[in-house]
């Protein structure tokens, strides 16, 4: 597979599929999301939880 620029997407996308599938599959409402000046977080359950940084 080819991807191209600064990050690869696919590859978090992949991260973000195993994650939700390790977890169960829950519904999207088990999601959240935690924005500060210097990050912008999703996690799944609650912030302390599996979770990944979105690129800015």
């Given at each position: 597979?080819?991807?191209?620029?600064?990050?690869?997407?696919?590859?978090?996308?992949?991260?973000?599929?195993?994650?939700?599938?390790?977890?169960?599959?829950?519904?999207?409402?088990?999601?959240?999301?935690?924005?500060?000046?210097?990050?912008?977080?999703?996690?799944?359950?609650?912030?302390?939880?599996?979770?990944w940084?979105?690129?800015?």
């Open positions: 597979m080819y991807q191209h620029g600064p990050i690869k997407l696919w590859d978090e996308v992949e991260e973000a599929v195993l994650i939700w599938q390790e977890a169960g599959s829950p519904h999207r409402s088990g999601f959240g999301l935690t924005v500060t000046r210097e990050r912008r977080r999703v996690w799944l359950g609650d912030p302390a939880g599996p979770s940084d979105l690129p800015a």
